[in-house]
């Protein structure tokens, strides 16, 4: 499988989508896999890290809402989720979920304009694999 850089697709919305990451992504928004447990877990955790308003709903729809408003935020969105195994074991159904809301978002902000990406530390080797290395045009992201 084909290896990208971390700077080739920060900045970069039409490389906007869900990786696995082998290495450090310094200036992301970092959620522990051990906090995903399970569904309740996980839209608190990301309502946490994100740091969605008060009219966030702790269901699928409102975090595909939330994620697709971001209005408080500003500039590209980097969200690295650490030890990805954990929740891929302990709630598949969930996590599966979790990803296609995640991977939807990214679709919604490329159509935008707007780099949005999701980094899995370990997991599901499915997904392709993104290193901390030069970037194409010879800069490195460290």
């Not at 309502?47 to 408080?72: E, K, M, Q, R, V």
């Amino acid at each position: 499988m084909n290896r990208v850089a971390l700077a080739d697709v920060v900045g970069h919305a039409e490389r906007n989508g869900i990786y696995r990451l082998e290495g450090d992504a310094p200036l992301a928004i970092r959620i522990a896999g051990r906090d995903l447990t399970g569904k309740p877990a996980m839209l608190a955790a990301l309502a946490a890290a994100f740091a969605f308003p008060d009219w966030f709903g702790h269901n699928w729809d409102a975090l595909a809402d939330c994620l697709t408003d971001l209005a408080w935020l500003d500039g590209p969105v980097v969200l690295l989720v650490e030890n990805a195994g954990v929740p891929e074991a302990a709630a598949p159904e969930a996590w599966d979920v979790l990803l296609d809301i995640l991977a939807d978002a990214a679709r919604h902000w490329q159509a935008e304009g707007r780099p949005f990406a999701v980094l899995l530390e370990g997991g599901n080797a499915a997904y392709p694999a993104l290193s901390v290395c030069a970037a194409r045009g010879g800069t490195g992201a460290r």
